[in-house]
């Protein structure tokens, strides 16, 4: 079993694309509506309320726990892989914690994770690629950091985009949605002087939800990278890599929905990710 988390709903937009990609995976979502959002929070605290839910989720069965959350990846998944999990007995029992950041920046350097250092073509590259994301996302640099290692002429353009994930949560009138994307892309142009980007990476796992706005709105040129199927791109290829993470397949595997908060609220919430799909959340411990 695989374990997705997130601080809210976001991370259902990467889990639907999964089970998309392995239908015969069972996978566990927990949202931590009980403290959401992140985003406000000192790092220190993030770190420990992303290695409680993984903690949670590893304890439920999951051997495989991916962060579907950019400001948890950001803040918390390095320090969780390199401190926290080696000291932990889960790592002695075969358990890992991915994020979603590492292969969104594969995808947009066309580099392995692990290639730290330029490579021929990509030191040679110029291209301009445009982020778009929440505050904390943006404020963590962490894709203009890892970009600028492996592709250093790139030029990053990052634009906060502040109320479009909450927006998109309120079920906000596509009209006003469209009105934030424009607004976002308009920042993002202008720091450009003007320049289109070559690629734009959606940096906000809710942002899926209104790629089409991003499409209409960025030059046809620009090549849109959306998170989903990047992250199940790269989860194919590290389950190749390592198939006991996929578990016993069954005829039927299931998706539990878990949530810190109230759970009737999260189910209701959660429509406008999922549709009318009667997904319906339990409480964590209940």
Not at 226 to 251: N, T
């Amino acid at each position: 079993m695989i374990g997705v988390f997130d601080s809210g709903l976001g991370g259902l937009t990467v889990l639907a694309a999964l089970r998309r990609r392995f239908p015969e995976v069972a996978f566990t979502y927990l949202g931590d509506h009980a403290h959401v959002p992140y985003g406000d929070r000192p790092s220190d605290e993030i770190v420990e309320l992303t290695r409680a839910a993984v903690e949670q989720l590893f304890g439920l069965g999951c051997g495989l726990v991916l962060l579907g959350c950019n400001t948890a990846t950001a803040v918390a998944a390095r320090r969780l892989q390199t401190a926290w999990l080696p000291a932990s007995p889960w790592q002695e029992r075969g358990h890992n914690v991915l994020g979603i950041v590492a292969p969104t920046v594969e995808a947009a350097t066309q580099t392995p994770w692990a290639v730290t250092t330029p490579q021929y073509p990509q030191k040679f590259l110029t291209d301009r690629i445009a982020v778009f994301g929440t505050t904390r996302t943006v404020a963590s640099n962490v894709y203009a950091e890892e970009i600028g290692k492996r592709c250093p002429k790139v030029t990053v353009v990052q634009q906060v985009c502040s109320e479009l994930a909450g927006a998109i949560e309120e079920g906000t009138p596509e009209a006003e949605l469209e009105r934030l994307v424009e607004a976002g892309i308009a920042g993002a142009m202008a720091q450009a002087g003007g320049e289109a980007p070559h690629r734009a990476i959606l940096g906000c796992t809710h942002f899926p939800l209104v790629e089409h706005l991003f499409r209409r709105h960025l030059p046809p040129q620009t090549r849109i990278l959306s998170q989903p199927e990047i992250v199940a791109d790269s989860l194919e290829d590290y389950l190749a890599r390592h198939p006991r993470y996929k578990g016993e397949a069954a005829d039927a595997p299931r998706c539990t929905f878990l949530t810190t908060g109230d759970p009737a609220e999260a189910s209701a919430r959660a429509h406008v990710f999922t549709g009318n799909d009667g997904l319906v959340f339990e409480r964590l411990g209940a």
